[in-house]
Antibody, heavy 119, light 110 residues
Framework: EVQLVESGGGLVQPGGSLRLSCTTS????????MNWVRQVPGKGLVWVSR????????DYADSVKGRFTISRDNTQNTLYLQMSSLRVEDTAVYYCARFNWGFQVPDIWGQGTLVTVSS | DIVLTQTPPSLSVTRGQPASISCKSS???????????LYWFLQKPGQSPQLLMYEVSYRFTGVPDRFSGSGSGTDFTLMISRVEAEDVGIYYC?????????FGQGTKLE
């Protein structure tokens, strides 16, 4: 069974940093691009970032560019999102999602981890 | 950025009746490979999004055949032939033609 489990969320002050992890199992992690998508509670979905299968290509939404860094460890089947200079508006549930290259879509999502940026 | 506009924002449907959701894109979602990169998700209450349809009209694994998708270019529709209780939630369209990938604002089915 394919599983993605996010962790690392929590309460952080504005300007602070946090690293999210997404531990995966049930598929060959190193063969897939991976995404981060966020959702403010009660609001819609917003794409944040993606990384290619070997980790040498990254894309970001303008709202997080220069503050967030996506990375991966294919030996540990784990995806990361390093978040710095956090703002109140970064408060959201962060989902990791496997990107199905054949269908060109995130096909399997984790359950999400909540990040709250507040003083 | 590509803007996806969904209508209606909410939909109240009696069990067994049909439902239809529209998604209009600010530009064509047809790739140079002639595929159309428009997708539909359902987010059930308290859950993460689950993929329903890929490339407009193809049902993802395990999706019941009461769900269907249609459309081309910039105008797309998700249809449910007979709504079941388990279909409640928020439906989102999504495009992956270009980054940033974008979502519609959602349609809440009650």
């Amino acid at each position: 069974e394919v599983q993605l489990v996010e962790s690392g969320g929590g309460l952080v002050q504005p300007g602070g940093s946090l690293r999210l992890s997404c531990t995966t199992s049930g598929f060959i992690f190193g063969n897939y691009w991976m995404n981060w998508v966020r959702q403010v509670p009660g609001k819609g979905l917003v794409w944040v970032s993606r990384i290619n299968s070997n980790g040498d290509r990254e894309d970001y939404a303008d709202s997080v560019k220069g503050r967030f860094t996506i990375s991966r460890d294919n030996t540990q089947n784990t995806l990361y999102l390093q978040m710095s200079s956090l703002r109140v508006e970064d408060t959201a549930v962060y989902y990791c999602a496997r990107f199905n290259w054949g269908f060109q879509v995130p096909d399997i999502w984790g359950q999400g981890t909540l990040v709250t940026v507040s003083s | 950025d590509i803007v996806l506009t969904q209508t209606p924002p909410s939909l109240s449907v009696t069990r067994g009746q049909p439902a239809s959701i529209s998604c209009k894109s600010s530009q064509s979602l047809v790739h140079s490979d002639r595929r159309t990169y428009l997708y539909w998700f359902l987010q059930k209450p308290g859950q993460s999004p689950q993929l329903l349809m890929y490339e407009v009209s193809y049902r993802f694994t395990g999706v019941p055949d009461r769900f269907s998708g249609s459309g081309s270019g910039t105008d797309f529709t998700l249809m449910i032939s007979r709504v079941e209780a388990e279909d409640v939630g928020i439906y989102y369209c999504m495009q992956t033609l270009q980054t940033p990938h974008t979502f519609g604002q959602g349609t809440k089915l009650e």
